[in-house]
């Protein structure tokens, strides 16, 4: 696992911005905002479901089989992958002791996606939680492998860590490729990989209620998992099994992705800019910040869906597509901000 000697430290302990948290108005202003964004999700469309027309009595149920049947599970939808891939990528920052990895940069997404794919080559009438199964094997599996490549190397600085989780992630989407191709499955791994949430509706996003259960876990083993990313000798010495607690962290990890790549697809950067944005203001403690990833993330991704549903209406953009062009420009503004803040 990972060796504490020459890994770059997160500091659990760096300074929050003072009130922050603890700022009830901040908290309610957060909500309001979360619940604004989620009224917008379900009222943009193709159909008119405007509130006005949903209360008038002149209406068929329409308008309410509209709301029911799609945006009420696209709106859930949107809030579950979202908060679950911004605390998995709060979790695999933790565990690497690096704030620049996420499920999609260390090989994890890519490893979920290979699963899904060898499942519907070779097991296409396996039912979902078969597949999803499956998937999130092929991510513990994509994961471990990161986290052993990096356990082997001696010189661990900022940049090495994502480096290699790069690089593994693009030999395992190399293959993935190379399959789809030698099957004719190229057009249909583009389309199912790249995350979408056109196509949910009641019925095909239930899974993600694991996905919240699981984010549930890994709060309540908040403070185990800040523990864990002081590195081994210092969990070891406070009596933890570090070993052990890498393991339920990756488990979470791959899990949650299986979740969301079976179900939408993958959606970068969440658990990237995420857990970095919310660690500028809060610090590193994860029981202190992890509410605030998961709210974050929520918002982030329900916001870059309606950008995704505006910008062609009535067409759609991927809110993978989105998140790409958001994600990027959030990233290089942390950098910058990193690098000023650093002299």
């Given at each position: 696992?990972?060796?504490?000697?020459?890994?770059?430290?997160?500091?659990?302990?760096?300074?929050?911005?003072?009130?922050?948290?603890?700022?009830?108005?901040?908290?309610?202003?957060?909500?309001?905002?979360?619940?604004?964004?989620?009224?917008?999700?379900?009222?943009?469309?193709?159909?008119?479901?405007?509130?006005?027309?949903?209360?008038?009595?002149?209406?068929?149920?329409?308008?309410?089989?509209?709301?029911?049947?799609?945006?009420?599970?696209?709106?859930?939808?949107?809030?579950?992958?979202?908060?679950?891939?911004?605390?998995?990528?709060?979790?695999?920052?933790?565990?690497?002791?690096?704030?620049?990895?996420?499920?999609?940069?260390?090989?994890?997404?890519?490893?979920?996606?290979?699963?899904?794919?060898?499942?519907?080559?070779?097991?296409?009438?396996?039912?979902?939680?078969a597949k999803m199964g499956v998937a999130a094997l092929f991510a513990l599996a994509?994961?471990?492998?990161?986290?052993?490549?990096?356990?082997?190397?001696?010189?661990?600085?900022?940049?090495?860590?994502?480096?290699?989780?790069?690089?593994?992630?693009?030999?395992?989407?190399?293959?993935?490729?190379?399959?789809?191709?030698?099957?004719?499955?190229?057009?249909?791994?583009?389309?199912?990989?790249?995350?979408?949430?056109?196509?949910?509706?009641?019925?095909?996003?239930?899974?993600?209620?694991?996905?919240?259960?699981?984010?549930?876990?890994?709060?309540?083993?908040?403070?185990?998992?800040?523990?864990?990313?002081?590195?081994?000798?210092?969990?070891?010495?406070?009596?933890?099994?570090?070993?052990?607690?890498?393991?339920?962290?990756?488990?979470?990890?791959?899990?949650?992705?299986?979740?969301?790549?079976?179900?939408?697809?993958?959606?970068?950067?969440?658990?990237?800019?995420?857990?970095?944005?919310?660690?500028?203001?809060?610090?590193?403690?994860?029981?202190?910040?992890?509410?605030?990833?998961?709210?974050?993330?929520?918002?982030?991704?329900?916001?870059?869906?309606?950008?995704?549903?505006?910008?062609?209406?009535?067409?759609?953009?991927?809110?993978?597509?989105?998140?790409?062009?958001?994600?990027?420009?959030?990233?290089?503004?942390?950098?910058?901000?990193?690098?000023?803040?650093?002299?």
């Amino acid at each position: 696992m990972l060796s504490a000697s020459k890994a770059p430290r997160t500091h659990p302990s760096s300074p929050p911005a003072s009130g922050w948290v603890g700022g009830s108005a901040k908290v309610i202003a957060a909500a309001i905002a979360l619940l604004a964004l989620a009224m917008a999700s379900l009222a943009v469309g193709v159909s008119d479901v405007s509130w006005n027309t949903l209360w008038s009595r002149s209406e068929d149920d329409l308008v309410a089989q509209v709301l029911m049947y799609s945006r009420v599970p696209r709106t859930l939808a949107l809030v579950l992958a979202g908060s679950a891939m911004a605390v998995a990528g709060l979790l695999m920052q933790m565990l690497a002791r690096n704030h620049f990895v996420e499920p999609s940069t260390v090989g994890t997404v890519e490893s979920a996606t290979l699963g899904m794919l060898v499942c519907i080559l070779w097991a296409p009438d396996w039912p979902v939680m078969a597949k999803m199964g499956v998937a999130a094997l092929f991510a513990l599996a994509g994961t471990g492998l990161f986290i052993g490549a990096l356990s082997r190397i001696r010189l661990r600085t900022a940049w090495i860590v994502p480096l290699v989780g790069l690089i593994l992630a693009g030999v395992i989407e190399a293959g993935t490729t190379f399959l789809a191709y030698q099957h004719d499955m190229i057009q249909s791994l583009r389309a199912w990989s790249n995350g979408d949430f056109s196509a949910v509706v009641e019925g095909r996003y239930e899974m993600l209620y694991l996905s919240l259960a699981v984010t549930v876990v890994a709060c309540l083993a908040a403070d185990r998992f800040t523990v864990a990313g002081l590195g081994e000798s210092f969990a070891t010495n406070l009596g933890l099994n570090y070993k052990a607690l890498v393991w339920q962290g990756l488990i979470v990890v791959a899990l949650v992705t299986a979740c969301i790549v079976v179900t939408v697809g993958s959606i970068p950067f969440v658990g990237l800019i995420v857990p970095n944005v919310v660690r500028l203001l809060v610090g590193d403690n994860v029981r202190r910040s992890v509410l605030w990833v998961a709210a974050a993330g929520a918002g982030l991704t329900l916001a870059c869906d309606l950008v995704g549903r505006l910008v062609i209406a009535p067409y759609e953009i991927p809110v993978g597509t989105v998140m790409g062009v958001v994600g990027s420009a959030l990233f290089l503004a942390i950098l910058l901000h990193q690098r000023k803040r650093e002299g």
